[in-house]
Nanobody, 120 residues
């Protein structure tokens, strides 16, 4: 099993910034992808940004390109989401997600979610 712990959400004014953090822990796992999803009020969960080990590529939802940056610390099994120029439409619960092999089985793991509220 892989456990994910998130931090960094909160209330911020439009135009402000926040940085989300997520750290994975467990035994005998190999991370092949890390990312952030969000779910706003009345909306389905959507991908915000992700990194995949194959080629080390990153991709972003169109709505956050140029404003959000995903990064990771492989030594700490951590992934971060730097969010700049935040807009009220970014208000959502943000979830960290990790794709990992535990033994021979690939699985997707989720964090507990952290609330981001953008409001004046």
């Amino acid at each position: 099993q892989v456990q994910l712990v998130e931090s960094g959400g909160g209330l911020v004014q439009p135009g402000g910034s926040l940085r989300l953090s997520c750290t994975a822990s467990g035994t005998d796992f190999t991370i092949i992808g890390m990312g952030w999803y969000r779910q706003g009020p009345g909306n389905e969960r959507e991908l915000v940004a992700q990194w995949t080990r194959g080629g080390g590529s990153t991709n972003y939802a169109d709505s956050v390109k140029g404003r959000f940056t995903i990064s990771r610390d492989s030594a700490q099994n951590a992934v971060y989401l730097q969010m700049n120029s935040l807009e009220p439409e970014d208000t959502a619960v943000y979830y960290c997600s990790v794709h990992a092999y535990v033994g021979m089985r690939p699985n997707q793991y989720w964090g507990q979610g952290t609330q981001v509220t953008v409001s004046s």
